[in-house]
């Protein structure tokens, strides 16, 4: 894959006249501000008109914020007829998988950009810049803009700071580079408190609150190969009797990894046509390879992957045996 210089990037963005963004599938906190992001620079500073979308509802602490106001959701790249746009850009995922069904094929014709932190990116899309040393894509998003001279206000630097901040596990790892951009986004009127900390960590509704305590009903550990593996998962059943979305069903990993006495723990969750599963370890055990043996991918201390529907067993087993080997 060759990345383009930031100087192409925005050469590429900013001569367009019609954008169409997508937040991935099960959309977290980085998906949401990368792509804000960079709606707000092409419409404030390149006079572009941009449309975003997003398949799949975003969590729901996140879906009560001003954030969300302009994005359809319910909408994918697949239900778009895109004759119309002369750019599809699919920020903060390695793979197109995680904007399109399997089966759909994306014209060459179209032209699609890809703007990520992931290793496991492959330069699926025609355009692309991905550095995989970046803690979000925010991240990645907040070098480029510097570098081409962008103005960081208090909006941009609130929307790059809102994926900076969930990405980052409020800053409990990448710590010293996220901290650093933090503080220039706080410096230059970023509404840290009212918009992002407060409206995220503070705004939790209970069923969400009662799906992390049934995963920790459901925990199970085993020793593999002298680590210790903990990990649980939740059925199609549990999740519809909690109207769980997919992105809300994706926060349990990041509630488990705080358990104590574990080098890695992952999850699976079963949706209705797949199980969505999710590794997590900071004990510097690079689960990233385990995601990629089951056709995911990500980073080092946290990675996913996603199974073709099977008993949660049969699931459990099939992760357990890619650890063993």
Same mark, same amino acid.
């Given at each position: 894959m060759v990345n383009l210089s930031f100087s192409e990037l925005w050469k590429l963005l900013s001569s367009a006249k019609k954008v169409l963004i997508s937040l991935h599938l099960g959309p977290d906190g980085d998906s949401l501000g990368s792509c804000l992001a960079l709606e707000y620079v092409l419409k404030r500073d390149c006079k572009v008109e941009v449309d975003i979308v997003s398949k799949d509802p975003i969590g729901s602490s996140l879906g009560e914020t001003d954030f969300v106001k302009n994005i359809a959701f319910g909408k994918g790249v697949a239900d778009i007829d895109l004759k119309g746009y002369d750019l599809v850009i699919l920020p903060d995922s390695g793979a197109?998988?995680?904007? =399109?069904?399997? +089966?759909?094929? #994306? %014209?060459?014709?179209?032209n699609t950009v890809s703007i990520d932190h992931h290793?496991?990116?492959?330069?699926?899309?025609?355009?692309?810049?991905?550095?995989?040393t970046k803690i979000s894509c925010c991240s990645?998003?907040?070098?480029?803009?510097?570098?081409?001279? =962008?103005?960081? +206000?208090?909006? #941009? %630097?609130?929307?790059l700071l809102l994926?900076?901040?969930?990405?980052?596990?409020?800053?409990?790892?990448?710590?010293?580079?996220s901290i650093k951009e933090a503080a220039f986004l706080i410096e230059n009127g970023a509404e840290y408190q009212n918009r992002i900390s407060d409206a995220i960590r503070f705004n939790i509704p209970l069923r969400i609150m009662q799906y992390?305590?049934?995963?920790?009903?459901?925990?199970r550990s085993v020793k593999i190969s002298g680590l210790n593996v903990g990990y649980s998962s939740t059925s199609l059943k549990e999740v519809k009797s909690l109207n769980l979305s997919l992105s809300e069903a994706?926060?349990?990993?990041?509630?488990?990894?705080?358990?104590?006495?574990?080098d890695i723990i992952f999850t699976l969750t079963e949706s209705e046509d797949k199980i969505k599963g999710s590794f997590r370890s900071r004990k510097g055990v690079d689960v990233s390879k385990?995601?990629?043996?089951l056709e995911g991918g990500g980073h080092k201390a946290a990675a996913a992957f996603i199974l073709p529907k099977m008993d949660l067993k049969e699931a459990e087993r099939r992760v357990l045996d890619v650890l063993e080997n």
């Amino acid at each position: 894959m060759v990345n383009l210089s930031f100087s192409e990037l925005w050469k590429l963005l900013s001569s367009a006249k019609k954008v169409l963004i997508s937040l991935h599938l099960g959309p977290d906190g980085d998906s949401l501000g990368s792509c804000l992001a960079l709606e707000y620079v092409l419409k404030r500073d390149c006079k572009v008109e941009v449309d975003i979308v997003s398949k799949d509802p975003i969590g729901s602490s996140l879906g009560e914020t001003d954030f969300v106001k302009n994005i359809a959701f319910g909408k994918g790249v697949a239900d778009i007829d895109l004759k119309g746009y002369d750019l599809v850009i699919l920020p903060d995922s390695g793979a197109l998988k995680q904007f =399109v069904p399997v +089966d759909f094929k #994306l %014209s060459n014709k179209f032209n699609t950009v890809s703007i990520d932190h992931h290793a496991s990116n492959d330069g699926f899309a025609k355009y692309n810049y991905v550095d995989n040393t970046k803690i979000s894509c925010c991240s990645v998003l907040f070098e480029f803009f510097k570098s081409v001279g =962008v103005k960081f +206000d208090s909006e #941009l %630097s609130t929307r790059l700071l809102l994926g900076i901040f969930t990405d980052s596990g409020f800053f409990a790892y990448g710590k010293g580079d996220s901290i650093k951009e933090a503080a220039f986004l706080i410096e230059n009127g970023a509404e840290y408190q009212n918009r992002i900390s407060d409206a995220i960590r503070f705004n939790i509704p209970l069923r969400i609150m009662q799906y992390h305590s049934l995963m920790i009903k459901n925990f199970r550990s085993v020793k593999i190969s002298g680590l210790n593996v903990g990990y649980s998962s939740t059925s199609l059943k549990e999740v519809k009797s909690l109207n769980l979305s997919l992105s809300e069903a994706r926060s349990a990993v990041n509630y488990l990894q705080e358990l104590g006495g574990f080098d890695i723990i992952f999850t699976l969750t079963e949706s209705e046509d797949k199980i969505k599963g999710s590794f997590r370890s900071r004990k510097g055990v690079d689960v990233s390879k385990y995601a990629e043996a089951l056709e995911g991918g990500g980073h080092k201390a946290a990675a996913a992957f996603i199974l073709p529907k099977m008993d949660l067993k049969e699931a459990e087993r099939r992760v357990l045996d890619v650890l063993e080997n």
